[in-house]
């Protein structure tokens, strides 16, 4: 027995061992960034990303618009201070100022979504004076010479799509079939960049287990459905945008490129010598990361449902859905194992690191790191978002700087990145959040809409002017 013991002391020490060395094994060195020193593609795209919930204003028949005026089972707002979208940055209206902005930045790249509710305000009804604004809006990126980059999905869907089930039912993924269609028949002529979907599992997850987004449910087995149910739907917008969209919109030969975007968290354990830390980080990864980056690789998708075992499903096909990848990068998360959290897993910032009014730590090298886990798609890879929520103007300069600077050192490695695109152009309604937290390269005084430069975020500026 002691013999016994003793060899599975050596295991474990063997196993942690290994697992530190296999994350250290990436080789990033902190420095500083000298701007003169980048190399980037001359067609290499930078851009700024917003989503029309957060800055169109009018979105008032969606699901989010009753979820915003809605209470939690403590009677308190769902949106911090009780705050309601509305106006928001009024971007419906002034596009074309913003566009501008970005063509003073230098950009020549926009992401943006479309917003399903008004392109459909009842299945099967199709608004044209809503179609008509996205095109005029995709006809003037290009007069000024910006890509555009659409986004179908954007966290928010239909009311009437909500009151039916929303993407807990699989008839959502002929809803959204139908709505890609439509979409992709009006703008398909200015459009080749499709992003079916915004950050799927953290849309499924904040929605269906956290309970901070509509419908505000926790369970984790409807968690997976929901997911599953996005990912037939992407398998679905996928073909379609492919058989409607045979038009060339930048003579590059190429009529259209479809994509999904991906956030991918860094979850690493809080003690790298305690090994149940690093199964906690690993529990958490394969629901937050794996199960769907698998599912890209293999056509099977496999989610993690705690003592319920797995979620398994098939979706035969769905690795061959990828004619890029979009990665949104944030943050690195901590992991503990702790038996009186959800999930049986604590999570927490770095306290060693600088941290966003989000209380995100600052951690340029996990953009490395996730471009790095990504490349073997051996397809194009867009950063989709990267940004800061900060008033410091020092802390949002060096932000910019250090996680372009992982951009350029992945380039180097041979990493195929086209394009970044900044998280966001203008501060907005973000979310749970509210109005509190703010992202923008441009202050929005919401009294009077007007748009400013930040300070510190003139680098981005500098930075594309650099290459030119």
Same mark, same amino acid.
């Given at each position: ?185 009006? /703008? ?94 690993? /529990? ?127 380039? /180097? ?56």
């Amino acid at each position: 027995m002691i013999d016994l013991l003793i060899w599975l002391i050596l295991a474990i020490i063997l196993v942690t061992l290994w697992l530190n060395y296999r994350q250290h094994n990436v080789p990033w060195k902190n420095h500083s960034v000298d701007i003169s020193k980048f190399c980037f593609p001359r067609d290499f795209l930078w851009g700024a990303a917003t989503a029309a919930y957060q800055v169109e204003g009018g979105c008032d028949h969606n699901d989010w618009s009753v979820w915003e005026n809605s209470y939690d089972e403590h009677a308190r707002p769902r949106i911090k201070n009780g705050a309601k979208a509305g106006l928001a940055a009024d971007h419906w209206n002034r596009y074309r100022q913003d566009i501008e902005l970005l063509q003073q930045l230098g950009c020549n790249a926009y992401r943006f979504s479309i917003e399903w509710s008004k392109v459909s305000p009842q299945p099967g009804v199709w608004d044209q004076r809503a179609l008509d604004h996205y095109l005029e809006k995709c006809i003037y990126l290009k007069e000024k010479k910006i890509t555009p980059f659409v986004t179908l999905h954007h966290f928010t869907i239909p009311l009437w799509l909500d009151e039916k089930g929303g993407f807990e039912t699989p008839d959502a993924v002929n809803y959204f079939t139908d709505y890609t269609a439509k979409v992709a028949e009006t /703008l398909g002529a200015y459009v080749d960049f499709w992003a079916t979907f915004n950050e799927p599992v953290i849309y499924a997850v904040m929605g269906w287990q956290k309970g901070l987004f509509p419908p505000g449910k926790k369970d984790l087995y409807l968690t997976a459905q929901v997911l599953y149910h996005l990912l037939k739907a992407h398998f679905q917008a996928f073909q379609t945008i492919h058989e409607i969209d045979s038009q060339d919109a930048d003579a590059d030969g190429i009529p259209c490129q479809v994509g999904i975007v991906k956030s991918l968290l860094i979850f690493d354990p809080a003690r790298k010598w305690w090994l149940p830390d690093w199964l906690a980080a690993g /529990l958490i990864d394969q629901r937050m990361n794996q199960a769907v980056l698998e599912a890209f690789h293999t056509d099977r998708f496999r989610f993690y449902l705690g003592k319920m075992g797995y979620y398994r499903r098939s979706i035969p096909g769905l690795s061959e859905t990828l004619d890029w990848f979009g990665l949104n990068y944030y943050t690195q998360i901590l992991c503990r194992l702790n038996f009186h959290s959800e999930s049986n897993v604590r999570q927490s910032a770095n306290p060693h690191l600088a941290k966003t009014d989000m209380d995100w730590a600052i951690y340029p090298a996990g953009m490395y790191r996730a471009l790095n886990r990504i490349k073997s798609y051996g397809v194009p890879i867009y950063i989709t978002e990267n940004g800061i929520a900060t008033q410091d103007d020092e802390l949002r300069r060096n932000f910019i700087l250090e996680h372009v600077d992982a951009v350029h050192e992945a380039l /180097l490695d041979k990493i195929n990145i086209k394009g970044y695109f900044y998280w966001s152009l203008l501060d907005n309604f973000e979310w749970a959040e509210g109005f509190d937290r703010r992202f923008g390269l441009y202050h929005v005084d919401y009294s009077t809409q007007v748009r400013t430069l930040k300070k510190g975020a003139e680098v981005y500026q500098e930075i594309i002017q650099s290459l030119a």
